[in-house]
């Protein structure tokens, strides 16, 4: 099972700031959070856990990351309501950096631009900031937090409508019948169109 | 079916079992099919198909299958020489990593079933001494262990079909293969144009309904997940019902090992765990069988030291934990014109065995399989965030472009590859950092040896040929680099008939401790092509009729 070793490496250079052993160690909390973020959403209640400016720069952030286009973008697919209640659930603690770090960009957004919030900001003036702080933990983390955001279970409060799985073509069903894609489909037509396939019981070649 | 028993600690049962997974559930099965009392010890929760989920968030990221690494840290160096160190936070699974819960490993595994070749059981007397190693030739045959491979392929499920290069079989397959997947037709279309030999991937996944279990619905979620089917063929599904019906099979969950202890006549008397309670009990037994994986068991050994066995139990040798073997690897990723939906179905359709013999041309040791499968693409979390060749954006509108084009249009072929076992390459005890029980740690010692290093690369070489052939509009490669750990956890229990070179004998009895058995990845001598648990299984089915008869005999 050599995926196993791949797949750390994606945990190794996907997670960046966030540690999957700090991740891992949340494990419990998760399902209250997908419940309170399911709760949240379908009430249309304010955030839980983020105050109203803050929710704002970071579901800013997350448009950047994943932005609408001709389709949906982060902020479509709800990944704020995500954020909201990962920090208070399965990724509690983030908040303490996040807040912090989120404070120094926004000082940095006052210096330059005269605007008190990242969010107020221009497209363009976000992207050129964003660019500056690309390896450091704040985005390095709203990143990961805008992935799950848009592809994780709908029950962790973003994926809103499923949208973030249309938007890549995932579609979540538990059954499924070949051809699964374009390379395999003339495959099984052709097994389809020739004579019933001998039965498996029958003495097979035992290889040499 | 008769109801589960509840075995007195104190009277001694005929076996315990530590550990219910790939090797533990067969024996499990075996022993109280033959009519012995056994207990089982299984360190994780006993979870049931419908526990299983595809929630991607707490299979993989909270890695909720394994055991939190904050109670149980394990550290890692190179070398001997070298400190060894807790990964850095943020690398992610441990050195040594596997699935606690009945059913062990197996229950998250992807299913590949390899059988070995005659030709892996005696490479040494072919190709001679490879130095700094401890290359050598297992104690048995391909035809000793065929039949048991057999039932590996009858009792715990096997689809498949036969190929070019297989070696003998005395059945056909059970099950037909599985259905071919876009990966594994492209794999097949780029090898022929190099004149290769694509071949059927046995898989340990029911395609039709077999020995009362359904057939795979292609969900997709096989590679770390557990399977909410029952179509997957791990012991969970496979073995431990059987076993559990036979009414004289507990299986105690929650339950850490601490140690073995023997009698004043050498044998082992009593098993001694925590509950689920974190309690200490000691469960007695006439006969004691470790198949905790190739890790935990040889760390268990070296805990269960005493007077008789100063360097740990069974360790006169001085070879439990020695020539640790991860499989070296190599991955390169392609993505294609036209969507493959590699989400759907199980992970590999087809295989390339054409590169499995070591060639001395090629100038190294080492030989390997290839396989084709979306990795670890198939979950969408994990594709948005490393699914997207160097170099290309990670956020913004055009990364978005690629989410939207490459999650439905990206594969991966794996090479899976030989590790020679060298006594450097170790499971060892931490000598400062303990468990969350107070136990040593889990310290792996490990670095490929060059040759290994050569195969992976020599694979990949193949790989992209392949890739390139089958006309990829876009292909990479990961760096083939030094493992930093693995899940497949292999000879740190060697067998072999000299007790001064191995742990057990052939029959996986310890040399020293009459009445120990260890059965589990610990036991192979050389490291396959990638893909063991197969013959993990294939010997667990041997050592437990070899075990059977000697009780019977009197003879443990």
């Not at chain 1, 050129?128 to 390896?135: F, K, M, P, V």
Request: aromatic share 8%; net charge negative; glycine share 10%.
């Amino acid at each position: 099972m050599q995926t196993d070793q791949s797949r750390r490496r994606f945990l190794h250079t996907g997670t960046g700031a966030v540690s999957a052993s700090w991740l891992a160690a949340q494990w419990p909390l998760a399902l209250k959070a997908a419940e309170q973020a399911a709760a949240a959403r379908d009430s249309q209640r304010p955030f839980q856990h983020l105050g109203t400016a803050e929710a704002k720069d970071f579901e800013a952030i997350a448009a950047r990351i994943v932005p609408t286009t001709d389709t949906p973008g982060a902020r479509e697919i709800g990944v704020i309501y995500y954020i909201d209640t990962a920090i208070g659930g399965w990724m509690e603690g983030v908040e303490q950096m996040l807040r912090p770090a989120l404070a120094d960009l926004n000082a940095t957004v006052t210096e330059r631009y005269g605007a008190q919030h990242f969010h107020l900001l221009d497209g363009e003036a976000q992207d050129a900031l964003l660019g500056e702080i690309e390896a450091g933990p704040l985005f390095q983390t709203l990143r990961f937090m805008t992935l799950c955001g848009c592809f994780a279970l709908p029950s962790y409060g973003g994926n809103r409508n499923r949208l973030g799985w249309a938007l890549i073509g995932f579609d979540h069903r538990h059954v499924w019948f070949p051809p699964f894609g374009h390379y395999d489909a003339g495959h099984h037509e052709a097994r389809a169109a020739a004579p019933a396939p001998r039965q498996h019981s029958e003495p097979q070649r035992h290889g040499r | 079916m008769a109801g589960s028993p509840t075995y007195p600690t104190r009277e001694a049962v005929d076996f315990v079992v530590i550990g219910s997974g790939a090797a533990g559930g067969v024996m499990a099965r075996e022993l109280s099919v033959a009519g012995f009392n056994v207990v089982v010890l299984e360190q994780g929760p006993y979870r049931r198909a419908h526990d299983f989920t595809h929630d991607e968030i707490g299979v993989v990221f909270q890695g909720e299958l394994s055991l939190d690494p904050a109670e149980h840290p394990q550290t890692f160096r190179a070398r001997p020489e070298q400190n060894a160190e807790v990964p850095p936070q943020g690398a992610g699974l441990p050195p040594a990593w596997y699935a606690a819960g009945v059913g062990g490993s197996s229950v998250h595994f992807t299913g590949n079933y390899w059988r070995f070749r005659p030709v892996d059981f005696k490479e040494r007397s072919l190709l001679g001494e490879i130095e700094g190693t401890t290359f050598a030739d297992w104690p048995l045959t391909y035809e000793e262990l065929e039949p048991y491979y057999t039932r590996v392929d009858w009792e715990i499920g096997v689809s498949g079909a036969p190929g070019p290069f297989d070696p003998p079989r005395s059945r056909p397959y059970p099950v037909p293969p599985l259905p071919l997947k876009s990966s594994g037709a492209i794999l097949e279309r780029g090898a022929k144009a190099l004149g290769l030999h694509p071949q059927v991937a046995p898989m340990a996944i029911l395609s039709k309904p077999h020995n009362g279990r359904p057939a795979c619905i292609h969900c997709g979620f096989c590679l770390g997940f557990g399977c909410e089917m029952n179509a997957k063929s791990s012991t969970l599904a496979a073995m431990i019902p059987q076993a559990e019906a036979t009414g004289r099979c507990e299986i105690r969950t929650g339950c850490t090992v601490m140690r073995l202890e023997h009698d004043e006549r050498g044998r082992i008397r009593d098993v001694v765990y925590l509950d689920e309670n974190g309690v200490e009990q000691a469960q007695r037994t006439r006969a004691a069988v470790l198949s905790a994986n190739g890790a935990e068991s040889a760390r268990l050994l070296l805990l269960s030291q005493s007077a008789q066995h100063p360097d740990g139990m069974a360790n006169g040798s001085g070879m439990v934990g020695k020539n640790l073997m991860f499989n070296a690897h190599s991955a390169t990723h392609a993505w294609f014109e036209e969507p493959l939906n590699e989400f759907k179905s199980v992970q590999c359709t087809r295989i390339v065995h054409d590169f499995y013999e070591t060639d001395p041309k090629r100038g190294f040791y080492g030989g390997g399989g290839i396989d084709a499968r979306p990795l670890v693409n198939s979950w969408p979390i994990l594709f948005a965030m490393g699914g997207i060749a160097p170099g290309l954006p990670t956020w913004g509108a055009e990364y978005k472009r690629l989410l939207e084009r490459y999650f439905t249009r990206n594969m991966s072929v794996l090479g899976n590859c030989t590790s020679l076992a060298m006594e450097r390459n170790s499971i060892s005890l931490d000598p400062e950092l303990k468990d969350v029980f107070g136990r040593p740690a889990v310290r792996v010692t490990y670095e490929d040896h060059p040759d290994d290093l050569a195969t992976a690369r020599f694979m990949q070489d193949q790989s992209v040929a392949i890739l390139e052939a089958a006309g990829a509009q876009r292909l990479w490669r990961d760096e083939v680099r030094p493992s930093t750990g693995g899940p497949h956890l292999l000879g740190t229990c060697r067998m072999g008939d000299d007790p001064d070179r191995s742990v057990v004998d052939r029959y996986h009895r310890a040399h020293e401790v009459n009445n120990l058995f260890v059965v589990d990845g610990s036991n192979f001598v050389t490291s396959g092509r990638g893909q063991p648990t197969m013959t993990i299984q294939a010997l667990a089915f041997r050592a437990a009729e070899h075990m059977t008869k000697a009780a019977r005999a009197g003879e443990i």
